[in-house]
C-alpha cells in the first residue's frame, strides 16, 4: 500500500497545484502501474476522496496547522490531504497505519524536520478525530455549511441547491455524487445485441444487469479495469451513462438520414445515432478542437462506423456549409456539467456561481446558429449534462420565443420509458432517478 499512497499524493499534487484533470492523471498513473484489482480500487478511492473532500480537507487541516498551506511544499500538502481523509473519512484504514505510513512517505520527499510536522499533524488529526466531525456537524452552523463539510461539496454550491431544491434533496443529490460511479455500457447493435453482450459478460464474470431506461444499456458491477478489456476493444461496446444514452434514440435518426451533430466530441452519441441508423446515411460530427476529432474517428473506427465525417469547426459556424439541409441536428451544448459531479472528481470545486451565468449565453446563440442548418420536418435535439434550469429549460423556452417555426415536442416519443415531464422534456436527477443529471429537449422545424 506504500506504493499506492505515494502515487496517489503525486496525483493529488498534480490536481491540485499544476491544474491536472484527476481522471486523466488517475489513468495515466494506473496504466503505467502493475496494480492488481485491489491497490487499483484503494487508490482510486485516495485520489478521487481527497479531492471531492478538498474543502472539508483543508478545514480540517488548518485545525492543526497553523501555517499557510501555500507555504507547504506541494507533495507535503497532498500526504497531509490523503492522510486526513483516510483518517476521518475511510473507516476501514486504521489511523495508525494512515499516520505510519503517510510519514514513511514523506521521509521520501523532506528532512527529518518536517517528517516529524507531519507525524505530529496526523497524530493529532487522529486523536481530535471524533471532536472535529462533532464541530463539523454541529447544528449552530447554517445548514449549507453543515451539508458542504458532510457531502464535500463547495458552500455556494450547497447553498444554491437549497436555493432551488430544498436542504433535503440537495443531501440526497450530493450523496449520489460521493458514490462509486456505475460503469455503464452502451451495446454496439451493429456487432452484437444487448442480449448477447451480457451473456458474453457473465461468462467473463462480470456482474451487470440491462438498464432499465436506456434500450442498449448494461449496468456493470464489478467490470474492473478497462485495461485489455476485450468486448471494449473489439468494438462490441462503449462505456457511456444510461442518461448520455437516451440523447440519440430522442433524436431516432432513420436510416439513410443526414445528422449534424454540433457540439460531438468524443463521440459517444455521434456513434449512438450511426448505430441506430444502421450505418447508413451521413453523420457530420463538429467540434472545435482538433484532438477531439481524432478522439471521435478512434471511437468510430473500433466500433465499425464509416459514415461519421468530422469537421473542425465552431457549431455557430456551421449553417455556412450546411443551411436547411439536416434531417437531425444534436446540439449537446457546453453547460457547467454539474449533472455529472460524480464522475469528475476536481469539477466541484472548479465552478463558481458567476461561472453558471456564463453558459445559457452562450447555449442560445448555439442552438439558433445549429437549428439554422435544419430542414423542415426536421429535428432539434439539445442536451445537457447538469441540473441547472437556467441552461436547460430556460435555453429552450428563449429560443423557441424567438423561433416561432419550431414547435417543442415529446422528448420521450422514441424511448422504451415515458420519462418526460409535463414540459415534454426530459429531467434527469441524480437522486430521483439514478443516474446523472441530464436534460434533453427535442423540437421539430414546421417551417421555413
Excluded at 304 to 315: Q, W
Amino acid at each position: 500500500m506504500d506504493k499506492v499512497r505515494e502515487t496517489a499524493a503525486k496525483i493529488i499534487a498534480e490536481v491540485t497545484d499544476k491544474g491536472a484533470y484527476a481522471n486523466i492523471a488517475l489513468a495515466k498513473a494506473i496504466e503505467g502501474a502493475k496494480f492488481d484489482d485491489r491497490d487499483r480500487r484503494f487508490l482510486t478511492e485516495l485520489v478521487y476522496g481527497s479531492i471531492k473532500a478538498t474543502d472539508t480537507v483543508d478545514f480540517i487541516i488548518k485545525k492543526f496547522v497553523s501555517r499557510p498551506q501555500n507555504k507547504i511544499p506541494p507533495m507535503i500538502r497532498a500526504l497531509l490531504k490523503e492522510g486526513a481523509y483516510q483518517i476521518f473519512f475511510m473507516d476501514k484504514v486504521p489511523p495508525s497505519a494512515a499516520v505510519n505510513e503517510t510519514v514513511n512517505i514523506a521521509k521520501k520527499y523532506a528532512h527529518l524536520g518536517t517528517v516529524k510536522f507531519v507525524n505530529a499533524v496526523l497524530r493529532n488529526m487522529a486523536r481530535g478525530k471524533e471532536e472535529i466531525l462533532a464541530d463539523m456537524a454541529d447544528e449552530k452552523r447554517p445548514v449549507g455549511e453543515r451539508l458542504a463539510f458532510r457531502y464535500f461539496a463547495p458552500q455556494w454550491l450547497v447553498e444554491h441547491w437549497c436555493d432551488t431544491f430544498g436542504a433535503e434533496e440537495t443531501a440526497q443529490m450530493l450523496e449520489y455524487f460521493n458514490r462509486e460511479p456505475k460503469l455503464t455500457l452502451r451495446a454496439n447493435a451493429l456487432k452484437i445485441s444487448r442480449e448477447e453482450l451480457t451473456e458474453k459478460l457473465a461468462a467473463m464474470g462480470v456482474v451487470c444487469r440491462p438498464s432499465e431506461i436506456a434500450a442498449e444499456g448494461i449496468v456493470c458491477e464489478n467490470a474492473g479495469g478497462l485495461k485489455g478489456f476485450s468486448p471494449l476493444r473489439d468494438g462490441l461496446c462503449y462505456v457511456q451513462s444510461e442518461s448520455s444514452m437516451l440523447v440519440a434514440r430522442v433524436a431516432a435518426p432513420k436510416s439513410g438520414d443526414f445528422v449534424i451533430d454540433a457540439c460531438a466530441a468524443p463521440g459517444g452519441k455521434a456513434t449512438h445515432m450511426a448505430e441506430i441508423m444502421g450505418n447508413k446515411g451521413k453523420i457530420v460530427a463538429a467540434d472545435i478542437y482538433e484532438h477531439k476529432l481524432k478522439l471521435i474517428n478512434d471511437n468510430a473506427k473500433r466500433l465499425g462506423i464509416d459514415i461519421i465525417e468530422t469537421l473542425l469547426v465552431d457549431a455557430r459556424e456551421l449553417y455556412k456549409n450546411y443551411a436547411d439541409a439536416a434531417d437531425v441536428v444534436l446540439v449537446d451544448a457546453p453547460c457547467s456539467g454539474l449533472g455529472v459531479l460524480g464522475h469528475k472528481a476536481d469539477l466541484r470545486h472548479n465552478k463558481s456561481l458567476d461561472d453558471l451565468k456564463k453558459f445559457p449565453p452562450l447555449q442560445r446563440k448555439i442552438l439558433t446558429k445549429a437549428a439554422q442548418t435544419l430542414k423542415v420536418g426536421g429535428k432539434l435535439v439539445y442536451s445537457t449534462c447538469t441540473v441547472e434550469d437556467a441552461e436547460n429549460l430556460g435555453v429552450v423556452k428563449s429560443f423557441l420565443a424567438e423561433n416561432e417555426n419550431f414547435v417543442l415536442i415529446d422528448a420521450d416519443e422514441n424511448l422504451p420509458k415515458k420519462i418526460a415531464d409535463g414540459d415534454k422534456v426530459i429531467r434527469l436527477y441524480p437522486h430521483r432517478h439514478n443516474t446523472d443529471g441530464f436534460f434533453i429537449a427535442c423540437m421539430r422545424k414546421d417551417k421555413e
